[in-house]
């Protein structure tokens, strides 16, 4: 498929562009603040010796590498999207290995006084190598081998970047999967992912609540609850009896309701044994149903059931697994821990910032918080809170509403690109990293979500984040400059 030239000029988004720079803009004004001592004059802000001199200059280098990439030739793109994605794979297969530790990461790869974290490029050459696959002739979700195929293109680099103890980055790659929900995959796979997710965040949360006058784990309980429910909607959804779906939740509920006014008023006892039995019951039915009625989602339903067992039992034992710091901020988020000069300080002021900022906020260059340096990483991973002491509530709105636009806009042009496959799962992509970043970001500045060590785009100080999502956009506008282009 040839293309004609392209007038950037007249074809590029241009308000992308507008809403790009404001954010730069906005990030940059953040970073003064937040590197700003009392005393110091705003001349220092322009100075390479001071963070905010330094940002001016990874702003100018995003600028003219988003340049040189809008006047390369889509056809280009697509043609070393799985030589860069292998490349990239290399990259990150020796930085363990070549990196230096810092802060107990081998992430960053130093080149004399710059420092580049491959992490955050790779994520581009990742959602190109995606977008090539999908978009190539015979792809098909239904497909096995296909399946696989995708699967590989995401988890790969996710278990590499695992390997330099950059648990944050690798994360990020989970945003993939939107993608391809929205190409077409089953909702199954999102399911699990949010049974994963209430199982350990309920079976870890309360591991250590009882019930009173019981010997029984609310954890636990809540969570045995929770398996035959999910179960039975499944067999609703895939079950040729509909009905089956309803014996199975009730038989399930009404022995645990009968256990649980024995063990209350008769005997005391651990009434999850006796969830366990109606689970393994119930899958033990499901597997007689496949054998009898030859229908293979009886027998995957009953390894959900079984497999839902396996995971919440294993949940304690990634725990164990973990670092003593990320086993910490897990146990400080879900309240199981207080510690507040600890892994907790970092919130703990973030909130106390943000909160100080009231409704207008305390000014441009007054935060106190910021800048007696209470808060740790203020200028990179805590950058909100900088927001919220000086502008107040009315400029963390403004800023996340200017987030909300550019987001929109993205998955305007995504949605606009018609029959083009190859371009809408790249913006698709760019989307879902960049409000992965954005929410976890914000989340883990308010003590909603775990500390896990990922900027905020735009505003966070460094290159690699900044140049990583500038190449993203970059390539993305180019392709959309080329949509009514192709015959």
Known sequence: MASRNVNLWKSIDWLTIVLYYSLIL?????????????????????????????????????????IVLLNVE???????????????LIILFVTPFIA????????????????????????????LALARLLGSYGFSMKNRMDQVKMFAVVLIPMLLIILQNETGSALVY???????????????????????????????GQSEAFFSAMPVNVGAFVVFLLIPLFTAFLLGMYSKRKNLAWIVLGGNWAGTLLAWLFSRYVIPFDIT?????????????????YVLERYASYILIA??????????????MLIDKLQPHQQMRIMVLLGLKDDPSGVGYNINQSKIAIG???LWGKGFLEGTQTKLNYVPEQDTDFIFCTIGEEQGFA??????????????????????QGKDKFTRVYAYSLVSIFTFHLFINVGMVIGLTPVIGIPLPFFSYGGSSLWGFTILLAVLLRFDAERDTHF
């Open 26 to 66: 906005c990030g940059w004004l953040s970073i003064c603040g937040a590197s700003y001592d009392f005393g110091v004059g705003v001349t220092e802000f322009f100075s390479f010796d001071s963070r905010a001199g330094k940002q001016l200059l990874w702003i100018t280098c995003a600028a003219v590498l988003g």
């Open 74 to 88: 889509k056809k280009y793109y697509e043609l070393f999207a799985y030589p860069l994605y292998l490349l990239f």
């Open 100 to 127: 230096p530790d810092i802060k107990g990461s081998h992430s960053w790869l130093r080149f004399g006084p710059v420092s580049i974290q491959p992490a955050e490029f790779s994520k581009f050459a990742t959602a």
């Open 174 to 204: 989970l945003s993939f999967f939107f993608v391809l929900f929205r190409e077409g995959m089953s909702g199954t796979l999102l399911l699990l992912g949010v049974c994963a997710v209430m199982y350990f965040v309920i079976g870890v």
């Open 273 to 289: 044994y006796v969830q366990l039995a109606l689970l393994a019951l119930t899958a033990i039915y499901l597997l007689c149903l």
């Open 303 to 316: 390894l959900f059931a079984l497999g839902s067992i396996g995971f919440y039992y294993s949940c304690n």
């Open 356 to 358: 100080s900022g009231g």
């Open 395 to 416: 400029g963390t709105t403004f800023i996340l509403l200017l987030y909300g636009a550019f987001i929109f806009r993205l998955l305007y042009i995504a949605e606009r």
